[in-house]
């Protein structure tokens, strides 16, 4: 599987560093794709958040250890990040991290498991045709990349997983073409009531449910979860706390296309699973009274001022969970709880990050579909049509680069 990035499918903003050094220094920062600089920073936090993903993946067979397989996630973000971006830009550090912790939901589980090492109990080992959601994102300088991925484990390493049901064929396909026709849909001119009403067409199509809960955000410096959003489902379906407002994609905007789709009810609820991952409110504050709380958000404060986070990344555990609670109730900190669909239904989730450029909108993180999610059921014909006209432009894309790259070769 390749990840859906290509350096030769994404045109970068006109203008040189040179002639930005030459324009006054106390000019407003840009923060979004018209500048070079920061679509180098999305491409190389999506390429970390890939090579995080593809690694993981063969690791994911039965007898696997959940824990140990975040461990793997996470340690590889790390490390490839401490390798880039070490020299000061404007006289600071560039800030740089895990922005989504490494999450892996199996089976009823939708998504956020991310289990702390005192509670393995929680998280048995990996059994063959379990279903695996896979989640997480980095960033570079507070540029965000995310990706899911959802995956079927093998017996063993090397071997051909098999489907615990044909409904997860069903569900995997359906929700692999949903991200792809929203990912066709935005762009600029186009609403987020289009594309929902889009991915109505696709639920129906194989006969599977959107998670209700579940929004894509637009994506912008620092902030995960911007204003700008879209439904899964319509307004009488969706399950969020407010009514998404209609809005109009324009160039040089990042989102998060988000993804999830159930044979169930299509409604995640909280089970019995502790609540580990959350972000901290920037512009609330409250005097904490209990000295663990203290210690929890100073920590937060230091380590993850933005970006989502599990309490297994505090480095006292005990405290974190201790202090955590007082933190929630003042809206300190927004909570992501695990969610989980009715037992037996067969869950998937798929995510993406995209930025809408002059050129087109690129996909930059994910992986391309496993061959063994098979179905019977397939798009409507105005989606296929949609799909089948992106497959043929990217075909173009890649020929005319091959040319390009055998006539350089050819000079030579």
Known sequence: MSAMIDDDDVSLPSGSEDENETEEVDKEVVTDLSDTKVVTKYLEASRIANLALSTLIPHIVA????????????????????????????????QKGIAFPVCLSVNERICNFSPLKSESDSAPPLSASDVVKIDLGCHIDGYIACTAHTVVVPSAAGQTPVLPDPGMGDVGKACYDAMSVAAALIKPGNTNTMVTSALGKVAESYGVKFIANVRMHQMKHFVIDGSKEIALCPPDVEAGEERVAECTFEENEVYCIDVAMSTGTGKGREGNDRTTVFKRNVDQTYKLKMKASKYVLNQIQADFPTMPFSLRMVPDERQAKMGVTECVSHNLLSAYPVFNERDGAYVAHFK?????????????????????????KGLDEENEALLKEVREAEEKKKAKAAAKKKKKKAKK
């Open 352 to 376: 993406t990050t995209v930025l809408v450029m002059s050129s087109g909108t690129k996909k930059v993180t994910g992986q391309g579909l496993d061959g063994y999610y098979v179905s019977e």
């Open 63 to 94: 007898g696997a250890s959940v824990l140990d397989l975040i461990e793997i996630g996470e340690t590889i973000i790390n490390k490839s990040l401490s390798k880039i971006y070490n020299k000061k830009e404007d006289g600071k550090d560039v």
